[in-house]
């Protein structure tokens, strides 16, 4: 039974590493949404409640839930910055915090995780991206002699 679990753990990771076209070192992020996702979708084994609402008894909040790796933008304080810096700064989705509803944000510039209440998320450019990628597949499978 573990072993199963652990077996689609990993095939959900490996999925969203190579869909976004993530480096291997980031597959702790991914394993972490992986399996947060998985603790609050609907499981056929548990008459299609989630083990999370199995366990607490209570349905889980999942209108936070978000595209993995979107672009994001967060606010940066006054204290934080200096006069002439921006007051946005760009960065990553990766991951949840499972103790609030706040968002693990990579930093490409920092190459550092931090964690941000305050997103905001371009999941519309995600979205149309991941679209983009899907339908250039299907092209490419569907030429003739190639």
Known sequence: MVERKNHSIVGATKAMLHDR??????????CNT??????????KVLGQVT???????????VSHFCIFVTKVCYHVSKDSKKKLEPNVEKGIFVDYNETSQAYRVYIPSLKMTI???DVRFEEDRALRESLEQGQVGVL?????GT
């Open 21 to 30: 076209g993530l480096p291997v070192f980031s597959w702790v992020e991914a």
């Open 34 to 43: 992986a399996i947060f996702m998985q603790n609050k979708s609907p499981h």
């Open 51 to 61: 083990p999370k609402e199995a366990f607490t008894c209570k349905k889980p909040d």
């Open 115 to 117: 964690i941000r209440q």
């Open 140 to 144: 490419e499978e569907s030429q003739p």
